[in-house]
């Protein structure tokens, strides 16, 4: 395996503010009775909902993508305009210095990463240079290499910050990924969460070039 040959990928989302109205209402506890109890466990409920939309194509955006090609060679896109990163994702890096088929390097990006892209995709009406199919093959690492899956042996999660931690010596960039809705609104703030990516990149790149060669 060369690890030169793919590219390194990560993506930051966040709510996609014209979505709230259509979330689905909220469960629950059936067993409430107490109509005040029954109203702040609605709102608490929702509260909830409004902060997890991030982790749905359906309710929410993509903020950027990061991307390595070759060693320190970061680079993010990031635009208020989401339609602009997916066409930039697959016009331009995913092809990134690859000579025939593309391969790219993720942590957790079959569960997460890559299915956002191509949904997004999908929901904007943006074609994909190569199906999303491509890149979801279980048990093989030369189209996409998930990180995460190889340390997990295909099944379970690990949080990249616990390896990185213990395999490298450092964690993540601190960062509230709640504030990124905010901070997408001004040059400053994109700027911060372009600083926030390119750690996960770093941690990523760093771990697939220790891994590779060794775990698979």
Same mark, same amino acid.
């Given at each position: 395996?060369?690890?030169?040959?793919?590219?390194?990928? =990560?993506? %930051?989302? *966040?709510p996609n503010e014209d979505m709230?109205?259509?979330?689905?209402?909220?469960?629950? =506890?059936?067993?409430? +009775?107490?109509?005040?109890?029954? %109203?702040?466990? +609605?709102?608490?409920?929702?509260?909830? $909902?409004? &902060?997890e939309m991030a982790l749905s194509?359906?309710? /929410?955006?993509?903020?950027?993508?990061?991307?390595?090609?070759?060693?320190?060679?970061?680079?993010?896109?990031? =635009? %208020?305009?989401?339609?602009?990163?997916?066409?930039?994702?697959?016009?331009?890096?995913?092809?990134?210095?690859?000579? /025939?088929?593309?391969?790219?390097?993720?942590?957790? /990006?079959?569960?997460?990463?890559?299915? @956002?892209? *191509?949904?997004?995709?999908?929901?904007?009406?943006?074609?994909?240079?190569?199906?999303?199919?491509?890149?979801?093959?279980?048990? $093989?690492?030369?189209?996409?290499?998930?990180?995460? &899956?190889?340390?997990?042996?295909?099944?379970? *999660?690990?949080?990249?910050?616990?390896?990185? &931690?213990?395999?490298?010596?450092?964690?993540?960039?601190?960062? =509230?990924?709640?504030?990124?809705?905010?901070?997408? +609104?001004?040059?400053?703030?994109?700027?911060?969460?372009?600083?926030?990516?390119?750690?996960?990149?770093?941690?990523?790149? %760093?771990? @697939?070039?220790?891994?590779?060669?060794?775990?698979?």
């Amino acid at each position: 395996m060369r690890p030169d040959e793919y590219t390194v990928i =990560d993506i %930051e989302t *966040y709510p996609n503010e014209d979505m709230i109205d259509r979330l689905p209402e909220p469960k629950i =506890d059936s067993r409430l +009775k107490d109509p005040v109890k029954i %109203e702040a466990a +609605k709102i608490e409920a929702k509260d909830k $909902q409004i &902060q997890e939309m991030a982790l749905s194509p359906l309710y /929410g955006k993509i903020a950027c993508v990061g991307y390595e090609k070759g060693k320190g060679n970061v680079d993010v896109a990031i =635009d %208020e305009d989401e339609t602009r990163i997916i066409k930039h994702f697959f016009e331009h890096i995913i092809p990134l210095g690859q000579t /025939g088929s593309p391969k790219i390097v993720t942590w957790n /990006g079959m569960n997460f990463d890559v299915p @956002f892209l *191509y949904k997004r995709a999908m929901i904007l009406g943006i074609k994909p240079t190569v199906n999303m199919g491509y890149f979801m093959k279980r048990y $093989q690492v030369e189209t996409h290499c998930d990180l995460m &899956q190889v340390w997990c042996g295909w099944y379970g *999660y690990e949080k990249l910050d616990n390896v990185s &931690q213990a395999v490298l010596g450092y964690g993540k960039v601190e960062f =509230d990924v709640t504030t990124i809705k905010d901070l997408m +609104k001004t040059p400053e703030g994109r700027e911060k969460i372009s600083v926030y990516c390119k750690g996960d990149i770093k941690a990523t790149s %760093e771990l @697939f070039n220790l891994m590779a060669n060794v775990l698979f």
